[in-house]
């Protein structure tokens, strides 16, 4: 491993403006590259990163490595993965934190085939053990979680929004930077994009800044029976979430499925109506401030993690309450 050195965090942006699974990877990165004794390094490609480069800064990057140039102005895996590799070859870093959405799962898939190592998706966490990165990710239908070590370098693992926290400013913190000059030639990059249509991404953002969320699982039943759960949420004045099992179903669309491969929620009442509790499904909720279970089974998993658990049929609990909350609201 001597040869390695240092933690990356590939910057994703949004045009032209930081993520924020990028903060959150910024903040872990720290943490992991102290440990390691070693230092964070932020990996920006774009095409005027100047205010990119000041927040970075800001949230804690050591170094930047800074790309620039007209190819680079959208996100394309030839021209990106060019950068990369390049960069790879020429600092040897010891690993490499990615976004688990769509443009760094296709670049870190790529990275992984070219170089030839390990690629750890969907990890929900990652820690220093020995001196070495240990990646934790679901296995078995999420039952089980997998502690994975890698002898091979660079290590690279995808992660979602909402899995870590993002740290705080830091005015002090002057990152070093980092220009290198490389140019990807335009006939080298395979695709264009003509549009972006920014659809599913708003509905994620909503059940994600919802400070309230209701969700349904596979004990709804059905489609018709989902509207129970807009009931209640219409009431609490929150928003609606699911299972995986609900989307899969066709009950719901998948933008609202709540979990390690959904969307991560913190909100301060999370109602889950008739959800198991698999770790899948609570890696995406369990850090919500109260978790109100509705369950027919006692020994369902989510009554672990509830704040307030009610055993019992989903279909005489929840007109109940809505019942109690509008006699509330008169
Ligand atoms: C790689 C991978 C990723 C995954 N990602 C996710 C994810 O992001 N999110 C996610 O949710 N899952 C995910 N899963 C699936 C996960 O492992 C579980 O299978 C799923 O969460 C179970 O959904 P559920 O709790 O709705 O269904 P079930 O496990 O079938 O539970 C239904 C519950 O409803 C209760 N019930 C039945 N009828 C009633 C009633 N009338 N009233 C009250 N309670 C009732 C039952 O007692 C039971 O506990 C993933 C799996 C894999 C392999």
Same mark, same amino acid.
């Given at each position: ?27 872990? *990165?720290?943490? @992991? /590259? ?7 390094? #932020?990996?920006? $490609?774009? %095409?005027?990163? &100047? ?110 929004? *909402?899995?870590? @926290? /993002? ?7 002057? #990152?070093?930077? $980092?220009? %290198?000059?490389? &140019? ?147």
């Amino acid at each position: 491993m001597d040869k390695y050195k240092n933690i990356w965090v590939f910057v994703e942006l949004n045009k032209n403006e930081v993520k924020r699974v990028t903060l959150e990877l910024l903040h872990k *990165g720290k943490e @992991l /590259a102290k440990d390691l004794n070693q230092k964070l390094v #932020a990996i920006v $490609i774009g %095409e005027n990163n &100047e205010n990119v480069i000041k927040t970075i800064s800001l949230y804690g990057a050591e170094e930047i490595i800074n790309v620039t140039g007209k190819e680079y102005a959208e996100f394309s895996i030839d021209a990106y993965g060019n950068v990369i590799s390049k960069l790879i070859e020429k600092y040897s870093p010891i690993a490499i934190l990615m976004s688990g959405n769509n443009n760094s799962k296709d670049l870190s898939g790529k990275l992984s085939a070219k170089f030839k190592i390990g690629l750890v998706s969907e990890c929900v966490d990652i820690f220093v053990e020995e001196n070495s990165l240990v990646w934790i990710r679901p296995a078995f239908s999420g039952k089980l979680m997998t502690k994975i070590k890698s002898d091979k370098f660079p290590q690279i693992g995808t992660i979602r929004t *909402g899995i870590f @926290l /993002a740290g705080t400013e830091d005015k002090n913190n002057k #990152a070093k930077i $980092i220009n %290198e000059k490389i &140019e990807t030639s335009l006939d080298k990059i395979r695709t264009k994009i003509l549009e972006i249509i920014n659809d599913i991404g708003i509905e994620k953002e909503s059940i994600d800044k919802g400070s309230i969320v209701v969700s349904g699982g596979n004990g709804v039943g059905s489609k018709e029976n989902f509207e129970i759960i807009y009931d209640l949420a219409k009431a609490l004045g929150g928003t609606v979430g699911a299972s995986k099992i609900a989307v899969d179903n066709g009950w719901i669309d998948e933008s609202h499925q709540v979990g390690i491969t959904g969307v991560i929620v913190r909100p301060k009442i999370y109602v889950a109506c008739g959800i198991s509790g698999a770790p899948a499904h609570t890696a995406g909720m369990k850090d919500s401030e109260i978790i109100i279970a509705i369950n027919t089974d006692p020994k369902a998993p989510i009554f672990d993690i509830a704040n307030y658990g009610i055993v019992g049929d989903l279909f005489a609990v929840i007109p109940a309450m809505i019942e109690e909350l509008n006699k509330i609201k008169k």
